[in-house]
């Protein structure tokens, strides 16, 4: 059995943040109705054609859901979605600031007519100040809350390579309706939610931001390494490519040192012996450490850090992550179909020892329109209700 086996949620949804939200709900056995606009559906479908003509993003984010194509722009379109919402556990949607109110599903307006409904509003800064009504893509986002000051090099900011706002308000949005959801368990009916991007990257930055308030100074941009952790960062090898090495307290600084750097002079010398200090000399300890490892095969180096406990990664690409051995030994790769055929995905990281995800097909644009209006009597006809709540 599925955690969420016989749960039905409506969502009506597009890019990134809210797909990604129901996805894993659908993954954990939810019935996703994904609501689309007839002409294109989820802007997501038209980001790239890198998988097969479908978008990444698309098939990432959608998988397991039914597409139901309502044009909510007209009285019959409205009229479709509420009788959908009306059996519906879970509401989400991350239209444009006040869309969905405009249309009559607003949250506080749902959750009054639906007691036990649990209502989730996605957007870029929350309903309340002066953002409210600004739209928000991960790129503003990531400029709005100081995390690109925070991530590239010494010389120049960058985003971060996966677009982290979205993720991140896309995986408080799933914890919050697997919170609500017991909740209404124990007796409490619905809830209204509300996660916005910006308080979902704020809390992510949680280091540069506490420093900031409490030094005045925010850590430096520092590429690979770690701004108030050193030797913690990529270092050469004599074959390539680079090897991550994290210390991670100063007892691994001894061992480093002594061990594997033949430099026990360095593990207690004062300007070496605590992480605070090193900090102070970054340049010599990098430099002390590079002057080794660039002088070591990748295999011997590995060798020389596992044997001395010091934690260790190589520096893939994304092709190095694709045919990762640790994949392949897990058994993390299944087929999961959509509209051109099987393609693969990763199985997603929670695992219950009992159950495998259910990773269903991608969609079709309104693949699934006809038979969920009847099924739910949206289409006119008063059909049965589906397996959500009764109204």
Known sequence: MHALDGIVVVSVEQAVAAPLATRHLADLGARVIKIERPDGGDFARGYDEAVRGMASHFVWLNRGKESVAIDLKTDEGREALAELVAHADVFVQNLAPGAAARLGFGAEALCAAHPDLIAVEMSGYGGLGPYRDRRAYDLLIQGETGLA?????????????????????????????????????????????????????????????????????????????????????????????????????????????????????????????????????????????????????????????????????????????????????????????????????????????????????????????????????????GGPPGEGRER
């Open 149 to 381: 000051s925070v991530t590239g090099t010494a010389e120049s900011p960058a985003k971060t390579g996966i677009p982290v706002a979205d993720i991140g308000a896309g995986m408080y949005a799933f914890s919050a309706v697997l919170a609500a959801l017991l909740r209404r368990e124990r007796g409490a009916g619905g809830a209204h939610v509300e996660i916005s991007m910006f308080d979902a990257v704020t809390e992510w930055m949680g280091h540069p931001l506490y420093t900031t308030l409490h030094t005045g100074t925010p850590p430096p941009r520092s590429a690979l390494g770690h701004p108030s952790i050193v030797p913690y960062d990529a270092y050469p090898t004599a074959d390539g490519p680079d090897l991550l090495i994290g210390v991670q307290n100063d007892r691994q600084w001894r061992q480093l040192a002594r061990d594997v750097l033949g430099r026990p002079d360095l593990a207690e010398a004062p300007d070496y012996a605590t992480n605070v200090a090193r900090c102070r000399h970054r340049a010599t300890v990098d430099a002390a450490v590079a002057e080794v490892t660039s002088g070591l095969s990748t295999a011997e180096l590995v060798s020389a850090l596992d044997a001395a406990g010091i934690t260790n990664a190589a520096l893939h690409t994304v092709h190095g992550l694709a045919g990762h051995p640790q994949l392949a030994a897990r058994d993390r790769w299944r087929a999961v179909d959509t509209p051109v055929g099987p393609v693969d995905a990763v199985l997603p990281p929670i695992n219950f020892a009992d159950v495998e995800a259910r990773m269903g097909p991608v969609p079709a644009l309104g693949e699934h329109t006809r038979d969920v209006l009847a099924e739910f009597g949206a289409d006119g006809r």
